[in-house]
């Protein structure tokens, strides 16, 4: 796939994207006094319809001091009184360039006793934008379960949780840099500031109610808001409770509400703990959306014996007295948010245009974002014989920036990629002998076609740019097969790629390229029959001049990679420490790299599967998180459900089940991913992970881009250096 595959990476100060941002990662920030004192905050906590009284209130300002460090508490701690009611008087100056939050820990709403199992918040936003001077200028803070399930999966990735009780504390933080040398100016709190502008786009935080679209504007994406609601009443049903009564585990439980909700929200991974309150709960739900791996008894108190899912027994918590009203009424097949841009969506004329006819998301081929977290959606009008393409662009917001025009020669673009130097390119994947096998690079800032360049080899398919701004690709043509790089010059106005041919080289069809930490290349190589190959190329220069041997070494797989048959599935992803995972029609597989010398690789076993077309596995490519787990959208086409499945591939391969999302259709009312018709992505293509960690896919069949907030780790396009993992 055409892509920049190095997803642990930072967005910077830059001016040549679609948008030139002076901090955080993706968003526009308002200039505000530094280290302003903040005046009284007041509001009001609800559990459900009922007040929170003697409830703990924190006001918090986020830190620079990696995932989840501790937070700064801005003002002493106060109690809600019998109505719900709080007021705060800060006397701790609020950090220039960091976000405010409050949480409400243990209260009651007029039972007997206080709940040391809730605990709520509500993401406020970034303060300089609260206050005017030393006054605050926001309304009264409402805390709700709503707004603690938007922070939850908003936030979630910059989250941790300790203490308990009444003095339980919620800390949100962000690293203060990546490692490593960049052309770009390095953020001080990248992929917080997108993560803080998702949790304010979802839930008004002065109602406590979801936007029917994200951040309240009209044609935006469609917010899930029944399923927000329904998530929370599952809330309510432990908040309004007076706690646990007895142990809970991944197992077992002790049959109240608080017991039920910890129980089924433990993450199914070795060693997970089991949550003891609220805001905890819902973060795990956020992170593991499909929490369904162990069945439970009927009343779901046990685990392993009966036909209840995790994901019913959740549902059967939200009874019919829930205080939200609007909820699913029936059971979600997982608890993703998706939000949804609909198929039309970023159509431009005039100056945003670079054409006479400028279409929005139609048959989304592929989705790519760049190191500010801006969105490229590549779109065509068919599947199986396009009559153009084109790339829109959109700000991290989803705000229309350019369409390109509707280009009736070069159809055959099948991915898409930036670099940091303000370009998005795309390869024409046609044969030489028509002459438009082109490497096409357009404007992040206008969507102006800068350059097109031929590739003097036949079919290019598959690319991947280097942090040198330069493009590695191979073709998927059967004969002749060869690497080659275009080496970038000139600027970022006026680019320039020569071309040239590397070692060592392939023989048969090359449906995927990826490199490693250290440069060093992976091929996966297309079969005619039940068979394919991983080919391995080792980095025998520096990085900033990689050089290659005179040959691949190869590894052979069993499992179906075709450029003929359908369906196929493919894909391969690099991790951390060098080995690979691909996939085929017959599995996932890991292929791992031993150290020699010499130097060799070899393909480890099936990795289970959480869903198939027919008997095969339908993958569109795969991609890797922050946390190294493997995602891969299905690219069903309405036969099965679609979505992206997910692996955690460091706890021996564990499937964690395929994530589709629930949203609302002004044709068809709620819709969730019970059947491949109905679900968000139906037909999922091609995906990207943005550095707050929610996952962008592009569906072709169902003509639209979907963002699941939060469902994988932060990660950064365009800027990781080649290294997975969270920026540290």
Request: charged content about 5%; glycine content about 12%; proline content about 5%.
């Amino acid at each position: 796939m055409i892509r920049f595959d190095l997803p642990s990476v930072l967005c910077a100060s830059i001016s040549v994207g679609i948008l030139s941002l002076t901090t955080g990662c993706g968003v526009q920030t308002m200039a505000g006094p530094t280290d302003t004192p903040l005046s009284a905050i007041g509001g009001i906590a609800h559990g459900g319809m009922q007040t929170i009284q003697g409830g703990t209130v924190t006001l918090y300002a986020t830190q620079s001091n990696g995932y989840g460090g501790a937070a700064l508490q801005l003002a002493p701690t106060t109690t809600t009184d019998t109505l719900g009611s709080f007021t705060l008087a800060p006397n701790v100056a609020c950090p220039a360039g960091q976000y405010a939050y409050i949480t409400i820990a243990a209260g009651d709403t007029g039972g007997a006793s206080v709940n040391s199992n809730s605990l709520l918040m509500t993401a406020l936003g970034k303060c300089s934008d609260l206050y005017s001077g030393t006054t605050y200028t926001g309304q009264p803070v409402w805390v709700d379960e709503v707004t603690t399930v938007a922070a939850a999966y908003a936030l979630g990735n910059f989250t941790t949780v300790s203490g308990s009780g009444a003095s339980a504390v919620v800390n949100i933080s962000a690293p203060t840099n990546n490692t490593g040398t960049y052309s770009v100016t390095v953020p001080s709190a990248g992929g917080l500031a997108h993560a803080f502008m998702n949790a304010l786009a979802l839930v008004n935080p002065y109602s406590g109610q979801p936007y029917a679209t994200y951040n309240n504007k009209a044609g935006y994406g469609v917010i899930p808001d029944a399923e927000i609601f329904l998530l929370g009443n599952i809330l309510q049903s432990c908040v309004n409770s007076t706690g646990t009564t007895g142990t809970n585990t991944a197992m077992a439980n002790d049959g109240t509400p608080c017991g039920k909700l910890f129980s089924m929200t433990t993450p199914p991974v070795s060693g997970a703990s089991t949550p003891t309150n609220t805001m905890a709960a819902m973060l795990n739900l956020a992170h593991y959306p499909n929490p369904s791996v162990n069945t439970w008894s009927t009343d779901c108190t046990t685990a392993g014996g009966g036909t209840s899912t995790a994901t019913s027994c959740l549902f059967g918590l939200s009874t019919s007295e829930g205080a939200y009203g609007g909820p699913l009424t029936s059971a979600p097949p997982d608890w993703a948010l998706a939000v949804v841009w609909p198929q039309g969506y970023g159509v431009q004329t005039g100056a945003n245009c670079s054409g006479t006819t400028c279409g929005g998301i139609n048959y989304a081929y592929y989705v790519a974002l760049d190191y500010q977290d801006n969105v490229y959606v590549l779109n065509t009008d068919s599947g199986t014989s396009p009559t153009y393409t084109n790339i829109n662009g959109f700000g991290p917001d989803m705000t229309p920036v350019f369409a390109t025009a509707n280009d009736t020669t070069y159809i055959l673009i099948k991915e898409i990629a930036t670099d940091i130097a303000g370009h998005v390119l795309g390869i024409n994947a046609a044969t030489s002998s028509s002459g438009n096998n082109y490497l096409r690079v357009y404007s992040t800032a206008n969507g102006s076609l800068l350059v097109s360049t031929q590739a003097p080899t036949s079919s290019p398919l598959d690319a991947v740019i280097d942090t040198y701004n330069n493009v590695l690709y191979l073709s998927s043509s059967t004969s002749g097969t060869s690497l080659r790089r275009f080496t970038y010059g000139g600027t970022s106005a006026a680019p320039t790629y020569t071309t040239a041919t590397l070692t060592p080289q392939l023989t048969g069809g090359a449906m995927q390229l990826t490199l490693d930490a250290n440069l060093n290349i992976y091929a996966q190589e297309a079969s005619s029959s039940n068979t394919f190959k991983v080919d391995y190329a080792a980095n025998t220069g520096t990085y900033a001049a990689p050089a290659y041997g005179s040959a691949f070494t190869t590894t052979s797989l069993s499992g179906n990679v075709s450029l003929s048959v359908s369906p196929v599935s493919f894909g391969i992803v690099a991790d951390a420490n060098g080995n690979a995972y691909t996939g085929a029609s017959g599995g996932l597989y890991k292929v791992t790299k031993n150290a020699g010398p010499p130097v060799s690789i070899s393909g480890g076993a099936q990795i289970s599967l959480p869903i198939t077309y027919g008997t095969a596995m339908y993958f569109r490519y795969l991609y890797l998180d922050g946390s190294g787990n493997v995602l891969g959208p299905d690219n069903a086409n309405g036969s099965v459900t679609s979505g992206v499945a997910v692996y955690d591939v460091a706890d021996g391969g564990l499937a964690l089940g395929t994530y589709k999302g629930c949203y609302v259709s002004y044709v068809t009312g709620i819709a969730c991913g019970t059947t491949g018709s109905t679900s968000p992505m139906s037909s999922p293509r091609g995906a990207a992970i943005d550095s707050a960690g929610d996952i962008w896919v592009v569906s072709s069949a169902s003509h639209n881009l979907t963002l699941l907030i939060g469902a994988a780790a932060p990660t950064w396009p365009a800027l990781s250096m080649v290294k997975y993992g969270r920026p540290q």
